[in-house]
């Protein structure tokens, strides 16, 4: 991996991080950058990265999985297309995590 790629997972986390937080207001989140454990993979050849998202959030109440993962990729936008290759996601309520 050159350093600009980690330069620009780093840009890359960042902006999933604030759009998250502005979409989803979490009481908690994480962004991991996980694309080192790919690579080699087919995937990692277009230069867009690997993530684990990890968020917490009142706006899952009454959600299921799949739509709480669809407001994930709702409040990502076209950054899913255009910056992140793989994309894991943990998305609970606050309740869930106590």
């Known amino acids: 991996m050159s350093d600009s790629n980690v330069i620009n997972n780093d840009e890359r986390v960042l902006v999933i991080t604030e759009r998250l937080q502005a979409a989803l207001s979490p009481t908690s989140l994480t962004v991991d950058d996980e694309s080192h454990l790919h690579a080699g993979h087919a995937g990692a050849k277009s230069g867009k990265g690997h993530f684990a998202v990890h968020i917490v959030s009142e706006a899952f109440t009454g959600q299921r999985p799949l739509a709480?993962?669809?407001?994930?990729?709702?409040?990502?936008?076209?950054?899913?297309?255009?910056?992140?290759?793989?994309?894991?996601?943990?998305a609970k309520t606050p309740a869930e995590t106590s």
């Open 68 to 90: 709480r993962h669809r407001a994930v990729y709702d409040a990502l936008g076209d950054y899913t297309t255009t910056d992140i290759h793989a994309l894991s996601i943990s």
